[in-house]
């Protein structure tokens, strides 16, 4: 019986031919958003795997939003319940960085012969950098856009075909859109959730969150001013109600409301959920600034987790293929995001002809230029500081709190909440 197994193994080895069990390896995969992404995922990991019949992707319970995804991989950081990836909000890289959570993946793009060709430029490498650690691969990247309601605009008395360019344009025409009354709304600025559409603000007046060295909070500043007395008059004279993330997408798809604000992720389930009920237009989002204003990058990154060899090589292979060419031809098309890989972008085999045959999703891509970095706030504290700027832009929506009351406050809260140097 030992001699018969011993031939059998030889022979195992010399043909090649071995059990699943053994071939396969099983890559635990958690992810954000499934309201985005879980069409993504699956078209995404099914392809992987046709090419890749050894390895499976087996996906986790996703989070429902950023926050919540880094808020789980922090419990479950070094258990047995700890996925062997996940895709992180960009603004939450940092975390993972500064507690030596997940792989480096710096020594295995330097062993790579090919990542430029693979359309991996540094710029693009750069979104999920955290100091001289590459954190992760992005894999999902956005900007905030202008979607409106043309039938709206035009009742309103405004040219569909011209869009607001600036804050005082898009607030009196969302006031004048209010003003037909039939519960109509003028704006939904998506302020819920997490600081990125505040920073889009913020960066768009030329802003920072805090000072170069990181010791004190600089959006209290004339910027950050701005940005909150914008908020209060999108409430005061923009026709802004007070309306949940899910409200407000509810009724924006319902055509009674004219203009919304949020990123373009959204753009694929905005698309369908309108359908034929009204003509849908986008456009750039204004700058309070014009000449020095910028946006913030959002979106997230894949990352490794795992420390077992043996599933390091199967992860890196499907942290390039969901953030490569083929993953971003998927992205684009199947949420809104803009273009994370540059081959993507350029190749008429992905993405290369999407663009003309897809106008609502030209607002985003061009606007990419002005991208910048979601800013990650250090320390331990980053969800606290991002909720305590969200409660207080929550006070101005309320019209509980003057924009300096409410800024004054945020400053406060956030430089008791910033690590002590």
């Given at each position: ?14 043909t090649g ?6 071939a396969?390896t ?7 958003m499934p309201?985005f992404?879980k069409?993504v995922m699956a078209?995404?990991?099914?392809k992987f ?5 050894g390895?499976?992707v087996n ?9 919540e995804g880094?808020?789980?991989?922090m ?5 047995s319940?700890m996925p ?8 939450r890289?940092?975390?993972?960085a ?5 792989m480096d993946?710096?020594p295995?793009?330097?062993?790579e012969?090919?990542?430029k060709?693979?359309g ?20 999902a990247t956005?900007?905030p856009?202008?979607?409106y309601n043309?039938?709206l605009?035009?009742?309103?008395g405004?040219?569909?075909?011209n869009?607001?360019q ?5 607030i009196e025409l969302?006031?004048?859109i209010?003003?037909?009354g039939?519960?109509n ?6 302020w819920q ?6 920073s889009?603000?913020?960066f768009g ?9 990181e010791k004190?909070?600089?959006f209290?500043?004339?910027e ?7 908020i209060d008059r ?8 007070v309306?949940?993330?899910a409200a ?5 798809a319902?055509g009674?409301v004219?203009?919304s604000?949020?990123s ?6 905005t698309?369908?959920?309108?359908g034929?009920?009204f003509?849908l237009r986008?456009?750039k989002i204004?700058?309070?600034n014009?000449?020095t ?6 979106g997230n ?11 390091v090589d ?6 390039k293929f ?9 992205v684009v098309?199947?949420?809104?995001y803009?273009p994370?890989?540059?081959?993507a972008?350029k ?5 290369g ?6 106008p ?12 910048v ?5 250090p320390?331990s504290n ?11 832009l ?5 019209q ?6 409410a800024l004054g ?9 910033l690590?002590?140097?």
């Amino acid at each position: 019986m030992k001699r018969l197994s011993r031939t059998l193994a030889a022979l195992t080895l010399a043909t090649g031919i071995c059990s699943p069990a053994f071939a396969d390896t099983t890559l635990n995969v958690h992810y954000p958003m499934p309201g985005f992404f879980k069409d993504v995922m699956a078209d995404i990991s099914t392809k992987f795997m046709e090419e890749n019949p050894g390895i499976t992707v087996n996906f986790v319970s996703p989070s429902a939003t950023y926050e919540e995804g880094i808020q789980t991989i922090m419990r479950q950081s070094g258990t047995s319940e700890m996925p062997d990836m996940t895709f992180t909000g960009l603004n939450r890289l940092r975390i993972l960085a500064e507690r030596n959570i997940g792989m480096d993946m710096k020594p295995l793009i330097d062993a790579e012969a090919d990542m430029k060709a693979q359309g991996f430029t540094d710029q693009i490498l750069s979104l999920a950098q955290v100091g001289n650690r590459q954190v992760g691969l992005a894999f999902a990247t956005s900007n905030p856009i202008m979607y409106y309601n043309a039938d709206l605009v035009q009742a309103a008395g405004g040219n569909p075909d011209n869009p607001p360019q600036t804050w005082d344009e898009l607030i009196e025409l969302g006031g004048k859109i209010k003003a037909l009354g039939d519960s109509n709304e003028g704006i939904d600025f998506r302020w819920q959730g997490d600081d990125w559409m505040f920073s889009a603000l913020l960066f768009g007046a030329g802003g920072a969150m805090l000072s170069e060295d990181e010791k004190k909070v600089a959006f209290d500043g004339p910027e950050g001013l701005a940005a909150f007395k914008l908020i209060d008059r999108m409430v005061k004279e923009g026709g802004m109600p007070v309306l949940t993330k899910a409200a407000g997408e509810q009724a924006f798809a319902a055509g009674k409301v004219g203009f919304s604000l949020q990123s373009t992720g959204g753009l694929r389930n905005t698309i369908k959920n309108v359908g034929d009920k009204f003509d849908l237009r986008t456009a750039k989002i204004p700058l309070i600034n014009a000449e020095t204003g910028r946006l913030p990058t959002g979106g997230n990154a894949v990352v490794i987790l795992t420390q077992d060899p043996d599933k390091v090589d199967a992860a890196w292979k499907f942290a390039k293929f969901a953030a490569g060419p083929y993953g971003a031809s998927v992205v684009v098309p199947g949420t809104g995001y803009v273009p994370n890989n540059e081959l993507a972008a350029k190749s008429d085999e992905y993405l290369g002809k999407f663009y003309n045959e897809n106008p609502l999703f030209n607002a985003g891509l061009s606007q990419m230029s002005l991208m910048v970095p979601w800013y990650a706030f250090p320390g331990s504290n980053g969800v606290k500081v991002t909720q305590t700027i969200v409660d207080n832009l929550s006070r101005v929506v309320e019209q509980s709190a003057t924009p300096e009351e409410a800024l004054g406050d945020a400053s406060k809260e956030v430089q008791r909440l910033l690590p002590r140097k």
